[in-house]
Antibody, heavy 120, light 107 residues
Framework: EVQLLESGGGLVQPGGSLRLSCVAS????????MSWVRQAPGKGLEWVAA????????FYPDSVRGRFTISRDSSENTLYLQVNSLRSEDTAIYYC?????????????WGQGTLVTVSS | EVVLTQSPATLSLSPGERATLSCRAS??????LAWFQQKPGQAPRLLIY???NRATGIPARFSGSGSGTDFTLTISSLEPEDFAVYYC??????????FGGGTKVEI
């Protein structure tokens, strides 16, 4: 059974940083693309990062490029999202999601999310 | 960037009725479109991938159709547990992966 468990969220001041984690189980983690998707309170879904399987290429939308960094530790079956220079508009639940294959971005499994609140 | 526009924003129906949700893409996405269901306090759940294929464990009352720029999610007969928000998402042209704004199906 595929399981994804996020952690690392919390309250952070504007300009601060956090590292979010997603521990994966139930599949061969290094072989699959993974994504982070966020959802601001009461809003829709926004994709913020992806990493391909096997060769770990990374992808970002313009809105977070340069501030967010996705990475993985396949020995620990853990996906990370380093979020820097946080702004109030980054307040959201952050979900990790497993893709269909190493590059096919059908997001078939999702974790329950971790809440990031950016406020002074 | 491919913009996905969902309509209507809210759909008010009763159990047993048929729901028809629309997703329109700003450019051709072939059939690389997925639908997700999200209930309050829960993560999104994949319903349909590649426009018309049901994901594992999804009931047959959910069906998807369309290609190119116009897509439809149909729920043939609403069950009480189907009242939720539904999102479409494309993977034809990325980055970025993009989602529609959502349709809320309410009683």
């Amino acid at each position: 059974e595929v399981q994804l468990l996020e952690s690392g969220g919390g309250l952070v001041q504007p300009g601060g940083s956090l590292r979010l984690s997603c521990v994966a189980s139930g599949f061969t983690f290094r072989n699959y693309a993974m994504s982070w998707v966020r959802q601001a309170p009461g809003k829709g879904l926004e994709w913020v990062a992806a990493i391909s399987g096997s060769d770990d290429r990374t992808f970002y939308p313009d809105s977070v490029r340069g501030r967010f960094t996705i990475s993985r530790d396949s020995s620990e079956n853990t996906l990370y999202l380093q979020v820097n220079s946080l702004r109030s508009e980054d307040t959201a639940i952050y979900y990790c999601a497993k893709a269909w294959t190493h590059t096919n971005m059908v997001l078939e499994y999702w974790g329950q999310g971790t809440l990031v609140t950016v406020s002074s | 960037e491919v913009v996905l526009t969902q309509s209507p924003a809210t759909l008010s129906l009763s159990p047993g009725e048929r729901a028809t949700l629309s997703c329109r893409a700003s450019q051709n996405v072939d059939n690389y479109l997925a639908w997700f269901q999200q209930k309050p306090g829960q993560a999104p759940r994949l319903l349909i991938y590649d426009a018309s294929n049901r994901a594992t464990g999804i009931p047959a009352r959910f069906s998807g159709s369309g290609s190119g720029t116009d897509f439809t999610l149909t729920i043939s007969s609403l069950e009480p547990e189907d009242f939720a928000v539904y999102y479409c998402q494309q993977r034809k042209t990325w980055p970025p992966l993009t989602f529609g704004g959502g349709t809320k199906v309410e009683i």
